[in-house]
């Protein structure tokens, strides 16, 4: 794995570049309180920001006295986010961090999330499988199945090309001649499918056939688009 | 400023933070632990006559002490300090120079400890006699006296931060390892005159001196440091970070 150019694995010039935040804590001694486990990243993190990790723990609600140990599943999530978000690093991995966060709380990080991006634009991956809760955030998007790198787009482009096609069957099938259908579901006479194209394109076979055809959310992209991975 | 307007500190080779919170502890714990072992000759001459030095009884638990906190190090520290962008050969570099610092501080410690306990013996007429099987004269050849604490603890801190290296790592085969450290330790002890382990034929053979001598104690010291700095090396400098379970 390169980073720059430069391989990643011990290389004190990237790792200090890079933070990566898992939702299981490894990133703090859990014997020890949220007051040092902020110090100690301080201490590490070459670009840490104090605001930034005082504006998430008012916002978590997390106590810098309380020990990493008592803290609950969810605490433990938002301490990390708070490290990740605080550490500035140009280049930051959130690994499913926001696992064990209730809903509320997912909220205020992808909010946090966004303002933080906002004030220092950085790469920041994001994987997760909430996908229709974080959609807002995305600029470019990353499919990977099993390993497999499914699609990479950026958002808007991606958005623009899922599309939903319902109506009676032949109509249908004339429709999507030729286009790539993600899934076809029956009801009697009526096909309802998924394609991903050009939307432009799909508009005009839709209106001359006179179908019903509305967008697909990234969610159902992505379900599609894994599924048809299963498939094969 | 974004963040590519700035530049990265990096990480010094010196651990500061390290050894300022350890030492902190090793403070503590040391203000504790010898205060309960100057307490203990007096509790006990009302049963019997004080014929020893309590406290020279005590380097021999300071060392296992030091042996933990190697071994919090090496299995703790370095997962952390990986986990927040320093490399795994950056920071066992730090954890090697922490050792051997943090072994001085605890060894001068240990020597000062010796000055109220001297007080003590003094007041109440007890004799301040230090096990014979060591590099020093008595409670007051404090350069000795410093030399073989540091040299001791060293060996321990090495081997604490082997073994927490290596159970971090894979904990089978850091368990097989266990008789390689022990054989180090006997080599070690060699100088020291020690009568621990199966090596005494050498005494007996006259391969080394039957007395403690301070620079062969020294060399085969400095040698098995180096054999377990070598072997923490080998097993962390490319150990795989692991996940916790949540």
């Known amino acids: 794995m390169l980073v720059d150019g430069a391989p990643v694995f011990d290389n004190e010039a990237a790792t200090s570049q890079i933070c990566l935040i898992r939702e299981s804590g490894d990133m703090v001694d859990s014997t020890e309180t949220v007051g040092y486990a902020l110090e100690f990243a301080a201490d590490m993190r070459p670009y840490w920001s104090e605001a930034v990790a005082g504006n998430m723990l008012e916002k978590f609600r997390l106590d810098r006295k309380k020990r990493v140990s008592a803290l609950s599943r969810g605490q433990r999530s938002a301490l990390a986010s708070t490290l990740g978000l605080a550490a500035q690093a140009p280049l930051t991995i959130f690994d499913e961090a926001y696992l064990g966060m209730d809903a509320p709380t997912r909220y205020a990080f992808y909010d946090a999330l966004l303002a933080d991006y906002m004030d220092n634009p950085r790469l920041i991956v994001l994987s997760t499988h909430l996908i229709e809760e974080v959609a807002r955030l995305f600029s470019d998007i990353i499919i990977i199945d099993a390993g497999r790198l499914v699609l990479r787009e950026d958002a808007e482009t991606l958005q623009g090309r899922g599309a939903t096609l319902v109506g009676p069957r032949d109509a249908v099938d004339r429709a999507t001649a030729g286009l790539r259908v993600l899934s076809t579901r029956d009801l009697g006479p009526t096909r309802s499918v998924a394609v991903y194209g050009e939307l432009a394109d799909v508009g005009q076979r839709a209106r001359a056939e006179n179908l019903e055809m509305g967008t697909m959310p990234i969610q159902d992209i992505f379900v599609h688009l894994t599924s048809e991975g299963d498939q094969k | ?246």
């Open chain 2, 1 to 246: 400023m974004t963040t590519a307007q700035r530049l990265p500190k990096g990480f010094a080779l010196f651990p500061k933070r390290l050894l300022v919170e350890q030492g902190l502890f090793a403070g503590m714990v040391w203000a504790g632990f010898s205060l309960v072992m100057l307490i203990i000759p007096v509790v006990v001459s009302f049963f019997r006559p004080i014929e020893v030095s309590g406290w020279g009884f005590g380097l021999g638990i300071a060392q296992w002490y030091v042996l933990a906190i190697g071994c919090y190090v090496g299995w703790q520290m370095f997962e952390l300090h990986v986990m927040h962008g320093q490399s795994r050969r950056g920071f066992l570099k730090s954890a090697f120079i922490f050792t051997l610092l943090f072994s001085a501080l605890v060894a001068a410690l240990c020597v000062v400890t010796f000055l109220p306990e001297a007080l003590i013996y003094g007041t109440a007429g007890w004799p301040q006699v230090l096990d014979d099987n060591r590099l020093y004269d008595g409670p007051f050849d404090f350069p000795m006296l410093f030399l073989h604490g540091w040299l001791t603890f060293a060996l321990y801190g090495a081997g604490g931060l082997f073994f927490g290296v290596a159970f971090y790592r894979n904990s089978a085969l850091a368990t097989l390892c266990v008789p390689a450290v022990l054989a180090v330790s006997w080599i070690a002890g060699l100088g020291m005159a020690s009568t621990d382990g199966p090596l005494q034929f050498l005494v007996r053979e006259g391969v080394v001196p039957s007395e403690p001598n301070a620079l062969l104690a020294t060399v085969l010291h400095v040698l098995c440091v180096a054999v377990l700095f070598g072997g923490a090396w080998m097993f962390g400098r490319d150990a795989a970070i692991r996940k916790k379970a949540a």
